[in-house]
């Protein structure tokens, strides 16, 4: 690593756990090299693009769902994936619009943004375009070639093989061209216990720290950094060719690199701390769900996520606790989540059922689905946000019955 990427403090041997070890036949998806330790097991989790109709045959496939960190690169991601994805169905969230309006105004005043330069992006298949801002600044979108500005929205992270994937987007770069990614930072995915961040399909999770080396590797020089509160800790990084006009690695970069290394996210032992909020979040939702059962009250959820199903599945969650889970996707509606089957439903569906809580498996949907379903609180119910230890949100007092107004979108969370 370069000299702004420093090991992490040294611990005595009592004091550093021993975590396991990889499948025999992982090797890093960076460096190829075999080193690593198993962060995060969550055991059999069924495919989590997987929304079965209420008539498909079951069981519903599951496979094993690891995190890995590889002790060569420092890049935390899936040690292995025998799942073909399905088509995504979901539709944006207004948080992740907002955050996209946010990044592109902030990389036009830092003069990436240039009318009548070409843009080459790499979208998320879960959403999150810039396609319409960047189109509103007279950028020409290509589609091959070179471009002054690669984009690239959650989207390698569903790369298999991350070295190639990086080294696509670097050909495409012009001499002083520009790589914008963003990414859910491992570091805020620690941070805050987000461990059913954890999904197949997702084949890498990155921290500052592995980015910025892995762009170093190859020639690229992070040149920008910025963060966003979206999923709990989202960064924008900016990549410039070796030796292009934006010179050398910036102190903003360099900042968020060492913050993130104070932290602790280059030690697995700390990264492998998702375990323990694994236990504590599916403790606390099983006593919760016990308590809302043993009181007889109707509960339903909001947000058939791609994250939804591991969260799921690792709490017992089945129909007896959970009637239903809305979402604003049309094209999961009359479908079901895998394995215990919970229909999913429309938002207008969910106000019918006039349930009593309403689980929100997506944290950042909170002020749009409050605004866009008044009824859920007008009839008496609660939000109750697993952000993933449950949390009761007071109701607002005033709420009034009004005009039920379908939500922007919920649906895929990277």
């Not at 890049?75 to 994936?81: A, F, P, R, S």
């Not at 809302?292 to 994250?307: F, I, K, M, P």
């Amino acid at each position: 690593m370069n000299e702004s990427v420093a090991p992490p403090l040294a611990r005595s041997s009592a004091e550093v756990p021993v975590l396991p070890q990889p499948d025999p036949g992982w090797v890093c998806r960076w460096s190829g090299d075999p080193a690593g330790a198993v962060v995060l097991d969550l055991g059999d989790q069924p495919p989590a693009d997987l929304f079965p109709l209420p008539g498909d045959p079951l069981p519903d496939p599951e496979h094993p769902l690891r995190m890995v960190m590889s002790t060569t690169s420092g890049l935390v991601q899936l040690e292995t994936d025998p799942t073909t994805p399905q088509e995504p169905r979901g539709v944006e969230p207004a948080a992740l619009v907002a955050q996209a309006e946010a990044a592109v105004a902030q990389a036009e005043a830092a003069g990436f943004v240039r009318p009548g330069t070409r843009v080459l992006e790499y979208p998320s298949p879960h959403g999150g375009s810039w396609v319409d801002q960047l189109a509103a600044r007279s950028m020409v979108e290509v589609s091959d070639g070179d471009a002054e500005l690669i984009v690239d929205i959650f989207g390698m992270m569903h790369a298999a093989d991350q070295r190639a994937a990086l080294i696509e987007r670097a050909e495409h770069l012009t001499d002083d061209g520009v790589l914008l990614m963003q990414y859910h930072t491992v570091a805020a995915i620690v941070r805050s216990g987000i461990w059913n961040a954890l999904r197949h399909g997702h084949f890498a999770y990155y921290s500052t720290p592995a980015l910025v080396e892995m762009g170093r590797e190859i020639g690229l020089v992070a040149v920008g950094a910025w963060e966003y509160p979206l999923y709990g800790g989202t960064v924008m990084l900016a990549f410039a060719k070796e030796g292009s006009r934006y010179g050398e690695q910036t102190p903003d970069v360099t900042a968020m690199v060492e913050r993130e290394l104070a932290e602790g996210i280059a030690d697995p032992a700390h990264v492998a701390s998702l375990g323990a909020a694994l236990d504590e979040s599916v403790a606390a939702i099983e006593e919760y769900l016990a308590g809302t059962t043993a009181a007889g009250l109707t509960v339903a959820g909001y947000g058939a996520a791609s994250r939804t199903s591991a969260l799921l599945r690792s709490a017992h969650i089945e129909k007896e606790h959970v009637v239903a889970i809305a979402d604003a996707s049309t094209g999961k509606h009359g479908r079901t989540m895998p394995g215990n089957r919970i229909p999913i439903v429309s938002p207008t569906d969910l106000v019918g059922l006039r349930p009593d809580r309403v689980l929100l498996f997506v944290p950042d949907l909170l002020d749009e689905v409050r605004a866009a379903l008044p009824l859920v609180e007008a009839q008496g119910g609660r939000w109750v946000v697993l952000d993933p230890m449950p949390r009761e949100v007071e109701p607002i007092s005033s709420a009034e019955p009004a005009a039920l107004t379908e939500p922007a979108g919920t649906a895929e969370q990277v």
